[in-house]
């Protein structure tokens, strides 16, 4: 049997591990390697990331997936001590057996540091198991490029090299760390071709804290391995995409090691080191920058917390506090050329030319995408302070809606383990709405909504009969905003399709709900399989096509749009400054508020706050909403109400407080309308 301990070929091993490059370290360097400086530095910089990771983790769900995986791979022994030393010893006691299952193993070579999910030892083998909640599907999916694969080139897709390039630094910690051994590396992910074959499969895990607070996830009492059923695990053998990253095979850009010319060794050592020595490397910057942690708002952190951003752009573009509030060519909407302008020196949104976007109508009424992107420059150069409209087309796209108005909007999420027996992974679970009805006269009604986040039960069905209880009863536009409403519909049709008899009125339901929505596209052409006759319209479309103010940046979310339209609006402000009785309320609300400035205090700032334990501003941070994913807190709550034990009084909060933001939303819809009717 080869030795077990683990070893290091510069004997280091006993030498004490300082600010070591652990997986997750590694994986934020993947994403940009100047983050690894900011990162872990609370006191110093801001980090969007920095979550509660008990939130983190309900958002995630991978700890059922985590648990999932220990189950199936029964008889394990799980490393729960934290710190380095003990952690190791525990590892080293358990891998000198000739054969061990180790959950969370712990592994170092020389400052290299990783806990492993699952790690399997057999006389001269270890499979090492990275468990991801990540969907997968051995027919549809490919680590590689298919396109590039035929030219004989491997590249590695943007959907998995996050998580191949994570289990290739596994590989190489454990294979550093114990040269005698064959090591095999797999992805476990969630197979999406499976179907649960028991039921109350999600509910079998569950989401704690202990009494420091630390996060737990556990498995219910009575439930082990036996009670699984079929396996719904797909484990992938990721070995050669390993060692195509390994051995600098990846010809996509991916890696950022190819950036800085080195092999992937040089690279790990490279940033092991600069880890450890607490050096900052030189930031690159890229569209990535957009999305970046360490890009904070003011106000978002105490006045003393830095913004890592900031400082990479005053390195590395010679940014001053005047280009602080400056506009990126990133904040360009829906561009796809930043990448390049940013590559050439140019920076911000003032620098883009007319040549750089396709200033040019398409077909359609309105904005095409290009002469709304060049339009957003526009008004930025000029400074403008006012909107520009499309009054003519927009006012022909509003005398086609007919009345009474109907504004719905939906809060969903996707759980990762099935509910019910029969059911696959990663089913779209439907568990709000909020219904709001605008009727010729001008009245504006909160007419009704939805709410069920009973812990296992799947709420599809009684979701969608009480949405078509509230339209049924005339033939008025009905809104959305954005694609999800129609989405979500059309799966919930794919759900009672497959649920066939065993719900009476499936057919009904699926009949209704096609003439409200739009299918899918045909395989042949740009129609769509369905277009019911009164299809939803898309008032985010709407806005895309007709109405720009230069105050909503690069983003149409209805987080942004509302206080932008509030500011900008007499009518709205005159008649939401008086007091409206609200179904949600006990007291009488008045929506439009002012600061001392004179500007209108975004009304989701005055609702309480959606966790009684948490601070709002910390959700807002750590689950932004956009145009395409609203609804962040909401689903981390509706995961909270089915993971974890919560009292009822607890569980009547998040309710409440969740029905005021569904309701908010789909008032800001009807706001939206009544501010287009008063432009004049
Ligand atoms: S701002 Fe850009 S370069 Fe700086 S840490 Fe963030 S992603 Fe990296």
Same mark, same amino acid.
């Given at each position: 049997v080869p030795k077990a301990k683990q070893t290091s070929e510069r004997d280091t091993d006993s030498v004490e591990l300082h600010r070591p490059l652990s997986k997750s370290r590694f994986k934020i360097a993947q994403e940009c390697p100047t983050k690894l400086f900011y990162n872990g530095k609370p006191t110093i910089y801001g980090n969007k990331n920095d979550a509660d990771a008990f939130l983190a983790a309900l958002a995630d769900g991978g700890f059922q997936v985590g648990k999932l995986a220990q189950l199936e791979f029964a008889g394990g022994t799980e490393i729960t001590s934290k710190d380095y030393?003990?952690?190791?010893?525990?590892?080293?006691?358990?891998?000198?057996?000739k054969d061990a299952i180790i959950y969370e193993a712990a592994i170092r070579f020389e400052n290299l540091f990783i806990r492993a999910d699952i790690l399997k030892k057999t006389d001269d083998t270890i499979f090492l198991y990275e468990v991801k909640a990540k969907s997968y599907s051995e027919k549809e999916d490919s680590f590689y490029d298919r396109t590039q694969l035929k030219k004989g080139l491997k590249?590695?897709?943007?959907?998995?090299?996050?998580?191949?390039?994570?289990?290739?630094?596994q590989h190489y910690v454990v294979s550093k760390a114990f040269p005698n051994f064959k090591v095999v590396p797999f992805l476990v992910l969630i197979d999406k071709s499976k179907v649960a074959t028991v039921d109350g499969l999600n509910q079998f895990f569950i989401l704690d804290k202990d009494k420091r607070g630390h996060t737990i996830a556990s498995v219910r009492p009575g439930v082990d391995h036996t009670k699984l059923g079929e396996s719904l695990l797909a484990k992938v053998n990721a070995t050669e995409a390993v060692h195509a990253i390994q051995n600098n095979q990846d010809n996509g850009k991916n890696p950022p090691e190819r950036l800085h010319n080195m092999s992937f060794t040089q690279w790990v050592d490279f940033l092991a080191k600069n880890y450890q020595e607490d050096t900052k490397i030189s930031p690159v910057l890229s569209p990535s920058c957009k999305g970046c942690e360490f890009r904070i708002k003011p106000g978002d952190f105490p006045s003393n917390i830095k913004s890592g951003f900031d400082e990479c752009w005053r390195e590395a573009a010679n940014a001053t506090e005047n280009d602080v509030a400056r506009p990126r060519v990133f904040d360009l909407w829906n561009f796809r050329g930043a990448d390049k302008l940013m590559e050439q020196g140019s920076y911000y949104l003032d620098n883009v030319t007319e040549d750089d976007v396709t200033n040019r109508p398409d077909k359609k009424p309105g904005m095409s995408m290009g002469q709304r992107q060049w339009k957003q420059v526009e008004l930025l150069v000029e400074r403008s302070a006012v909107p520009h409209v499309e009054k003519e087309e927009l006012r022909l796209e509003m005398?086609?809606?007919k009345f009474p108005y109907h504004f719905i909007d939906f809060e969903t999420t996707t759980v990762a383990i099935p509910f019910h027996k029969g059911m696959r992974p990663y089913e779209?679970?439907?568990?709000?709405?909020?219904?709001?009805v605008m009727y010729e006269d001008g009245r504006v009604e909160h007419k009704g909504e939805y709410f069920n986040a009973e812990q296992g039960k799947f709420p599809n069905f009684d979701f969608v009969r009480a949405l078509k209880k509230e339209l049924e009863g005339d033939d008025g536009t009905v809104f959305r905003y954005a694609d999800h409403e129609n989405t979500v519909l059309n799966q919930i049709i794919r759900q009672l399709t497959v649920a066939g008899g065993q719900v009476a009125d499936g057919?009904? %339901?699926?009949?209704?709900?096609?003439?409200?929505?739009?299918?899918? *596209?045909?395989?042949?052409? !740009?129609?769509?399989?369905?277009?019911?006759?009164r299809n939803m319209v898309d008032l985010l479309n709407v806005i895309k096509r007709y109405y720009l103010h230069p105050k909503m940046g690069g983003s149409n979310s209805l987080k942004v749009v509302l206080p932008v339209i509030l500011n900008a609006s007499a009518f709205l402000q005159e008649k939401y400054s008086k007091p409206q009785m609200s179904r949600n309320f006990k007291e009488p609300i008045t929506w439009v508020?002012?600061?001392?400035?004179?500007?209108?205090i975004d009304p989701y700032k005055a609702l309480p706050a959606v966790f009684q334990d948490y601070d709002q501003a910390l959700i807002d941070r750590v689950f932004p909403e956009d145009e395409i994913n609203n609804g962040g807190a909401a689903l981390v709550a509706y995961a909270r109400m089915q993971f974890t034990e919560m009292s %009822?009084?607890?569980?009547?909060?998040?309710?409440?407080?969740?029905? *005021?933001?569904?309701?908010? !939303?789909?008032?800001?819809?009807?706001?939206?309308?009544?501010?287009?009717?008063?432009?004049?």
């Amino acid at each position: 049997v080869p030795k077990a301990k683990q070893t290091s070929e510069r004997d280091t091993d006993s030498v004490e591990l300082h600010r070591p490059l652990s997986k997750s370290r590694f994986k934020i360097a993947q994403e940009c390697p100047t983050k690894l400086f900011y990162n872990g530095k609370p006191t110093i910089y801001g980090n969007k990331n920095d979550a509660d990771a008990f939130l983190a983790a309900l958002a995630d769900g991978g700890f059922q997936v985590g648990k999932l995986a220990q189950l199936e791979f029964a008889g394990g022994t799980e490393i729960t001590s934290k710190d380095y030393p003990t952690s190791l010893a525990e590892t080293d006691v358990l891998l000198s057996k000739k054969d061990a299952i180790i959950y969370e193993a712990a592994i170092r070579f020389e400052n290299l540091f990783i806990r492993a999910d699952i790690l399997k030892k057999t006389d001269d083998t270890i499979f090492l198991y990275e468990v991801k909640a990540k969907s997968y599907s051995e027919k549809e999916d490919s680590f590689y490029d298919r396109t590039q694969l035929k030219k004989g080139l491997k590249k590695i897709t943007t959907k998995w090299a996050p998580y191949l390039y994570d289990i290739a630094f596994q590989h190489y910690v454990v294979s550093k760390a114990f040269p005698n051994f064959k090591v095999v590396p797999f992805l476990v992910l969630i197979d999406k071709s499976k179907v649960a074959t028991v039921d109350g499969l999600n509910q079998f895990f569950i989401l704690d804290k202990d009494k420091r607070g630390h996060t737990i996830a556990s498995v219910r009492p009575g439930v082990d391995h036996t009670k699984l059923g079929e396996s719904l695990l797909a484990k992938v053998n990721a070995t050669e995409a390993v060692h195509a990253i390994q051995n600098n095979q990846d010809n996509g850009k991916n890696p950022p090691e190819r950036l800085h010319n080195m092999s992937f060794t040089q690279w790990v050592d490279f940033l092991a080191k600069n880890y450890q020595e607490d050096t900052k490397i030189s930031p690159v910057l890229s569209p990535s920058c957009k999305g970046c942690e360490f890009r904070i708002k003011p106000g978002d952190f105490p006045s003393n917390i830095k913004s890592g951003f900031d400082e990479c752009w005053r390195e590395a573009a010679n940014a001053t506090e005047n280009d602080v509030a400056r506009p990126r060519v990133f904040d360009l909407w829906n561009f796809r050329g930043a990448d390049k302008l940013m590559e050439q020196g140019s920076y911000y949104l003032d620098n883009v030319t007319e040549d750089d976007v396709t200033n040019r109508p398409d077909k359609k009424p309105g904005m095409s995408m290009g002469q709304r992107q060049w339009k957003q420059v526009e008004l930025l150069v000029e400074r403008s302070a006012v909107p520009h409209v499309e009054k003519e087309e927009l006012r022909l796209e509003m005398e086609r809606w007919k009345f009474p108005y109907h504004f719905i909007d939906f809060e969903t999420t996707t759980v990762a383990i099935p509910f019910h027996k029969g059911m696959r992974p990663y089913e779209t679970i439907a568990f709000q709405f909020s219904h709001h009805v605008m009727y010729e006269d001008g009245r504006v009604e909160h007419k009704g909504e939805y709410f069920n986040a009973e812990q296992g039960k799947f709420p599809n069905f009684d979701f969608v009969r009480a949405l078509k209880k509230e339209l049924e009863g005339d033939d008025g536009t009905v809104f959305r905003y954005a694609d999800h409403e129609n989405t979500v519909l059309n799966q919930i049709i794919r759900q009672l399709t497959v649920a066939g008899g065993q719900v009476a009125d499936g057919e009904q %339901l699926i009949a209704w709900i096609k003439t409200i929505t739009h299918g899918p *596209k045909s395989e042949d052409g !740009d129609d769509y399989l369905w277009t019911g006759k009164r299809n939803m319209v898309d008032l985010l479309n709407v806005i895309k096509r007709y109405y720009l103010h230069p105050k909503m940046g690069g983003s149409n979310s209805l987080k942004v749009v509302l206080p932008v339209i509030l500011n900008a609006s007499a009518f709205l402000q005159e008649k939401y400054s008086k007091p409206q009785m609200s179904r949600n309320f006990k007291e009488p609300i008045t929506w439009v508020k002012k600061d001392e400035e004179g500007f209108v205090i975004d009304p989701y700032k005055a609702l309480p706050a959606v966790f009684q334990d948490y601070d709002q501003a910390l959700i807002d941070r750590v689950f932004p909403e956009d145009e395409i994913n609203n609804g962040g807190a909401a689903l981390v709550a509706y995961a909270r109400m089915q993971f974890t034990e919560m009292s %009822l009084a607890e569980r009547g909060l998040l309710r409440s407080a969740l029905l *005021k933001y569904c309701e908010l !939303d789909t008032l800001a819809m009807v706001m939206v309308v009544e501010y287009f009717q008063s432009l004049p």
